[in-house]
């Protein structure tokens, strides 16, 4: 059975960097897209960025776009998400997930049948 387990998450101040981490297990990681997510309090989980199974196509919230970077580093089984310039608004509760159905991902929740627990990124100013 497929486990996917975030780490990384912190509380930081504004203008801060933070790398978060998904480890993958139970699942061919190579033929798997990890898409990240992240939930705030009252609001509903969007979506951040994803990665295909081969690691080279990737996509960012508008968002994010600029500030975030998606990798997948197939000898590890890990993706990272390396967010930069953090402000308050990144602040929520980040899960990452696994899409076994699509090659490429995709930003919809509802696709991806794996979740992690999440990760806490807390963001002052």
């Known amino acids: 059975q497929g486990q996917l387990v975030e780490s990384g998450g912190e509380s930081v101040q504004s203008g801060d960097s933070l790398r978060l981490s998904c480890a993958v297990s139970?699942?061919?990681?190579?033929?798997?897209?990890i898409g990240w997510f992240r939930q705030a309090p009252v609001k509903e989980r969007e979506f951040v960025a994803r990665?295909?199974?081969?690691?080279?196509?990737?996509q960012f919230a508008d968002s994010v776009e600029g500030r975030f970077a998606i990798s997948k580093d197939n000898t590890r089984n890990t993706v990272y998400l390396e967010m930069n310039n953090l402000t308050p608004a990144d602040t929520g509760l980040y899960y990452c997930?696994?899409?076994?159905?699509?090659?490429?991902?995709?930003?919809?929740?509802?696709?991806?049948?794996?979740w992690g627990q999440g990760t806490q990124v807390t963001v002052s100013s």
């Open positions: 997930a696994a899409d076994v159905q699509h090659v490429y991902g995709t930003p919809l929740p509802d696709d991806y049948g794996y």
């Open positions: 990665v295909s199974r081969s690691g080279y196509t990737k």
């Open positions: 139970g699942l061919p990681f190579d033929r798997v897209a």
